[in-house]
């Protein structure tokens, strides 16, 4: 499946900011599952390129000069493997052993875990606690803020597939499987739109596997993965600070078409 993408975020801001920076995780990167055509980033000026510490490819912006709006886009074209099921990867999985402030696990997650996987620790049972987390904690937007955490959701039982993902987190890690964020976009079934989503990904068998809370998906056949992390703070797609400006507006746009249909559009 060959897809075209076009994302564009625009922070406007109510008075002057003095000086801003961002840090862009918008760069997908080749893969057994994911190969990228051409990708290609729109900012205001240019930007530091360098790798984070999880091997994502990190975009560095600073405004220097007064401004009250900034424009972020990203566009290409990425084929998507859909019959690749796991991911390998050179670098050790121990590091996604490591809890976070968002996906600490409590006694409760911690219970829950056990209670569903009990002694087993495959591909199965993650499955298995996949769909019993759904049940618990259905999709409900609004119901969590980005910095609730992964107990404080599974404790109210709803969340966004940013809470799907670190109380899945939290619970892997508990049984002792590296488990990291993945942040990203999935093409939605039977549609030609896309949207900016987060899934998570558990160390089984020496490769990667993925698990989509959200919609329930264990093979990764319409995702795709831009940045890795602990966390959302670790992968999340933009993210930033600024000096002044007062309230901040945020208006995203962001669209994908089947490759073949993009080009029927241009003839």
Known sequence: MKLAIHHGTTYRYADQVRASIQYLRLTPQDSP?????????????????????????????????????????????????????????????????CSTALTAADAALRTFARSVCGKSRDRAALIGLMERLYQHMPFTPGATRVETTAAQA?????????????????CVRSLGIPARYVSGYLCAAGSDQLVSHAWAEAWLEGAWYSFDVTNQLARPERHLKLAVGLDYLDACPVRGMCRGGGQEQMHAQLQVVPQQQEQAQEQ
């Open 33 to 97: 599952r994911q190969r990228v055509l051409d990708w290609a980033l729109e900012l205001p000026q240019s930007a530091h390129a360098q790798r984070d510490g999880h091997g994502n490819i990190l975009h560095v912006l600073t405004l220097d000069e007064p401004h009250q709006a900034i424009v972020i886009k990203a566009h290409g074209h990425v084929e998507i493997d859909e019959s690749c099921e796991s991911e390998s990867d050179p670098g050790s999985p121990l590091p996604y052993l």
């Open 154 to 170: 599974f404790a109210l039982g709803a969340g966004v597939c940013q809470d799907h993902t670190h109380v899945f987190l939290a």
